[in-house]
């Protein structure tokens, strides 16, 4: 959003209808945000799941066969 604003105020939408596609492209930032902080938030973590293989043998059924 911020990076938005700087360029509006660069000039960089100072052309005809440009003022218009600012404000939708803004008004769809600004939606987008709303949605993502409505969604559950949960912490940054990991999740270990076993699958039943040890390091050799999982190393074995990656080598190629000769």
């Known amino acids: 959003m911020a990076d938005m604003?700087?360029?509006?105020e660069q000039g960089l939408y100072d052309y005809p209808r440009g003022e218009d596609e600012?404000?939708?492209r803004?008004?769809?930032?600004v939606e987008r945000r709303?949605?993502?902080a409505s969604l559950p938030m949960r912490p940054a973590g990991i999740e270990w799941?076993?699958?039943g293989e040890?390091?050799?043998t999982s190393a074995v059924s990656c080598s190629p066969r000769l």
Request: hydrophobic share 30%; no cysteine; charged share 30%.
């Open 5 to 8: 604003r700087d360029e509006r």
């Open 49 to 51: 799941q076993g699958t």
């Open 34 to 36: 709303k949605h993502l």
């Open 54 to 56: 040890t390091l050799a």
């Open 26 to 29: 803004v008004s769809s930032l």
């Open 22 to 24: 600012y404000k939708a």
